[in-house]
């Protein structure tokens, strides 16, 4: 009863530890999914603030394309303005010349005029009391006088008709330049503007492409998180329930994994075998392969080693089979003792860098628990940090106190 009564309270033990292992493993589980949320959130949040510095770039880029282009315009319109003006005073100037010259031609005629008029009246004043000759002198006098006169006349108006006619040409010339002018600025304008709308297409593109590579990147960081996460929870949950294995159980495990292998030799052994003195060695075979278990869960290595004996003896083929179950149960026994001497360190022990142990990988002894209670964050952030970094943290956590 004492012997019942402690194998139910050690099964109960180990009920209640299988439970609270659950419980951390939940535990544990959700608050990485937690971080790791955090972490999409933030790589979200980054992904959105760089989208939004592109969009303000853009727009940023726009403003300045139209400031740029509002005061080449303006420019512009000054330098025409300008032209204009200068084309303007030019006329003017030609103008105010005719102009002038016209007031003095008419001051010279009027000057003249009454000069001639003023030597006439002292020749009439003088001859008065002349003869009829001297009155057909003066008459021929006062014709010649009207000649040249009128003669003149004809040569300034000839040079004024002239003048106007060059000043016609300079203002029809200067008019076609300013046209000419208008075409050349009006022909820049549009090449330019042609131009800047290329070079803003082109970038258009260029941050789209940019912001569909980044979107990609989340998206395959999205997948690689998720398969990490996943592999990483069936690796967690494997070695757990290897390490809650007790040594009855892990032999129970090899014991069903054996008996496996014998039904399948077993049966390939009677598909091969078809005489009656086959068939008798195979269950010759059988009972001893019976036999090995239970010498095994006994102890008894002087029975293990008839038996293997007469299994040789009986079928050389069998041998293979019994080390390879052996030696499977070896290595899983070997995985489990690890598993269990990686949860009993501490970091004081991992500190003074036991014997035994890789010592570049002190890391790996730690439970998932002390890992982020030391390191501040999970394996699989750990994992993901460049080696430099990983070396400065280790060194940190694992710097042997003085």
Avoid: C, W
Wanted: without cysteine; aromatic residues 4%; positive net charge.
């Amino acid at each position: 009863m004492a012997e019942e009564n402690a194998a139910a309270e050690a099964a109960n033990k180990i009920k209640e530890s299988v439970e609270k292992r659950k419980r951390e493993m939940a535990e544990a589980k959700a608050k990485k999914e937690a971080e790791e949320m955090e972490a999409y959130m933030a790589e979200e949040n980054a992904a959105a603030e760089a989208a939004n510095k592109i969009k303000e770039s853009i727009e940023k880029r726009k403003r300045e394309l139209a400031e740029k282009k509002a005061q080449k315009e303006a420019e512009e319109m000054e330098a025409y303005m300008a032209e204009e003006k200068a084309a303007a005073e030019a006329a003017n100037k030609i103008k105010e010349g005719i102009e002038r010259r016209k007031r003095e031609l008419a001051e010279t005629k009027a000057a003249r005029e009454a000069e001639e008029m003023a030597a006439y009246m002292a020749e009439e004043a003088a001859n008065e009391g002349a003869s009829e000759a001297m009155k057909r002198r003066i008459e021929e006098r006062k014709r010649e006088l009207a000649e040249k006169k009128a003669q003149k006349e004809a040569e300034e108006m000839a040079a004024y008709m002239a003048e106007e006619r060059a000043a016609e040409s300079a203002a029809d010339a200067m008019k076609r330049r300013i046209e000419e002018r208008k075409r050349e600025l009006a022909e820049k304008k549009a090449q330019k503007e042609a131009e800047e709308m290329q070079n803003y297409m082109a970038e258009e593109k260029e941050r789209e492409a940019q912001q569909e590579k980044i979107k990609r990147q989340i998206e395959e960081t999205k997948r690689k998180k998720e398969a990490e996460k996943k592999a990483l929870e069936e690796k967690q949950m494997q070695m757990y329930q290897l390490s809650q294995m007790t040594p009855e159980q892990r032999k129970a495990l090899l014991a069903k994994r054996l008996a496996e292998k014998k039904a399948a030799l077993a049966a390939a052994s009677a598909d091969a075998s078809g005489s009656d003195g086959a068939a008798d060695k195979n269950k010759q075979l059988a009972a001893l392969k019976l036999a090995f278990v239970e010498a095994k869960k006994k102890g008894d290595q002087e029975g293990l080693k008839k038996i293997v004996l007469q299994i040789k003896a009986l079928q050389a083929e069998a041998a293979p089979v019994v080390q390879q179950v052996t030696k499977q149960e070896g290595t899983s026994a070997i995985a489990a003792s690890k598993s269990e001497q990686a949860s009993k360190y501490t970091l004081a022990q991992l500190r003074a860098r036991p014997e035994g142990l890789d010592h570049s990988k002190l890391e790996s002894y730690l439970t998932d628990e002390q890992f982020r209670a030391y390191f501040k964050m999970t394996r699989l952030q750990f994992n993901k940090l460049p080696k430099i970094k990983q070396d400065k943290l280790k060194e940190i956590v694992f710097k042997a106190s003085n």
